[in-house]
């Protein structure tokens, strides 16, 4: 499975869409709801990729909650050697992963709680 995928950069060569795919743990939340499961159901139930040419692996882990897509944009400039844009691409994946893993956790921490109060 690929971490990201570029997809169609600007006229002027300042910036490229990049999909980006993030392992999502399967661990379970603050109230032991697994992550996975509240992931997929906070999205509606699916998570349709956005990468017009993704695998059928990939689109079933996105299915599954095993990987959480978000896309974002990349700024570069057209004077950047494609090896120096790889560089700052795959640390801007690390960058974002650490985030938005943090922010999921956050997020889901009680999702799947419910509780009844008997007076």
Known sequence: MADYHA???STDGNTVTVVAHFAVPNT?????FNYRTALIQSLGGEQ???VPFITQS???ALNAGAVLEKSYIFYTH???TPQEKIAKLDI???QERT????EL????AYWGYSRTING
Not at 28 to 32: A, M
Not at 99 to 102: G, H
Not at 105 to 108: D, I, K, M, V
Request: hydrophobic share 25%; proline share 7%.
């Open 78 to 80: 057209p004077g950047e």
């Open 7 to 9: 997809l169609s950069g």
């Open 99 to 102: 985030r938005l893993l943090n």
């Open 48 to 50: 349709p990729s956005q």
């Open 58 to 60: 990939e689109q079933d």
């Open 105 to 108: 956790q956050h997020q889901l």
């Open 92 to 94: 801007l994946h690390g």
């Open 28 to 32: 379970v939340n603050q109230v032991g």
